[in-house]
């Protein structure tokens, strides 16, 4: 019995390889799980270690086996008696090769994810958190698509028919080159406009802009475009070189504090200190003033009325927007009840020109 295993053991590579892959698998399981505990007891008390764990767990439990399997099939013998082992092997290392793409994508949205935790943006005082927020959404996603794209290129690196693709499809190499560049224009482009944005910022998350019109917050950065959420709840997806190429208005680069205007038309007989202490009072009374600007002016004057500016200061833009609404509104009421007669109105004299006779009154 023993001499016929030895003989078939001898006989047939396929059982010598299959034997040996399925000890190396074993061990392979065995030395994942092994060092997985380990790495998870020392990561104990770091936050973006164990998160990084955490997000890795599914590539590594196809990392080690197909890491073994290469290993594998290259050191035993038996592989270069068979003729599907050069096949298998590159298969393997393809498989490998998008493994280990898959968890490097995985561990750099473990760092996004742990910076969105440590910085929320759903705080008051959130100028820091959106900056690290910003830096952390916009870097991460361009790392993503860089190592896709790596790993993209090393997988078909490893076909040798796709090696020459491009000899046998274009004669020349210059319009090959100049070809695959007006096509990965447009990526590399918003690659690059990811990377200045993460650098200078003219963008953070939650950032209040105003874009062809539009007063909406930075709802969402990606790789290739950013998503401004639109006050009526409609969704603006506007490119990442758009805000490096075009001018816009970002009401909170460095402040989220705003000050809001209030224009009125009122004839010219109103008297101005009573308006200035009604907008004082309404200033006080409401909530969304922060007590810094409160102030009427009269900053124009036409044939038939006079402007008034109003000026009020807010901590945001939804506060400001609020307060601009009560002061004007309760302003209108104010004039209404108390001084209606200085209400624009138009002015008209009816009768004839100075100089001109009338005509004789014609008798029956």
């Known amino acids: ?91 393997l290392v393809i498989a490998l090769i998008a493994v ?63 090696r020459q693709i491009g000899t046998s499809l274009l004669a020349s190499a210059g319009l090959a080159g100049l070809a695959v560049g007006l096509a990965a224009k447009p990526v590399l482009s918003n690659l690059i406009a990811g990377l200045q944005i993460a650098i200078t910022q003219p963008i953070r998350l939650d950032d209040v802009v105003i874009i062809e019109g539009e007063w909406g917050r930075i709802e969402e950065i990606t790789g290739t475009y950013v998503v401004v959420r639109i006050w009526d709840e409609r969704r603006l997806v506007v490119p990442l070189n758009w805000f490096i190429e075009n001018p816009f208005q970002n009401w909170t680069r460095t402040s989220s504090q705003l000050i809001g205007t209030v224009y009125l038309w009122l004839d010219y007989r109103v008297p101005l200190e009573p308006l200035r202490e009604e907008v004082k009072r309404l200033c006080k009374e409401a909530p969304q003033w922060d007590g810094r600007v409160c102030v009427l002016q009269v900053t124009d004057a036409t044939d038939r009325t006079l402007q008034i500016r109003i000026l009020a200061s807010s901590a945001d833009s939804g506060s400001n927007f609020d307060l601009r609404c009560h002061v004007r509104e309760g302003m209108i009421a104010f004039v209404q009840q108390n001084y209606p007669d200085s209400l624009p109105r138009m002015r008209a004299e009816i009768g004839e020109p100075p100089g001109v006779v009338g005509r004789p009154r014609e008798h029956p």
């Open 100 to 162: 280990a793409t898959w968890l490097g994508v995985r561990c750099i949205n473990a760092v996004e994810f742990f910076f969105c935790r440590r910085f929320p943006v759903n705080t008051e005082n959130n100028l820091r958190a959106r900056r690290v927020l910003t830096q952390a959404r916009v870097l991460g996603r361009t790392g993503s698509v860089l190592l896709i794209l790596i790993g993209l290129a090393a997988c078909l690196m490893m076909i040798p028919g796709v």
């Open 1 to 91: 019995m023993t001499e016929n295993l030895l003989e078939i053991w001898n006989d047939q590579p396929w059982i010598r390889l299959g034997v040996t892959i399925i000890v190396a698998l074993l061990v392979a399981i065995v030395v994942h799980r092994l060092v997985r505990a380990l790495l998870w007891r020392f990561s104990d008390g770091h936050p973006m270690a164990r998160e990084m764990l955490r997000q890795a767990r599914a590539p590594m439990g196809w990392l080690v086996p197909l890491l073994v399997l290469v290993l594998a099939l290259r050191t035993r013998p038996e592989a270069d008696q068979l003729h599907l082992a050069a096949p298998a092997e590159q298969i």
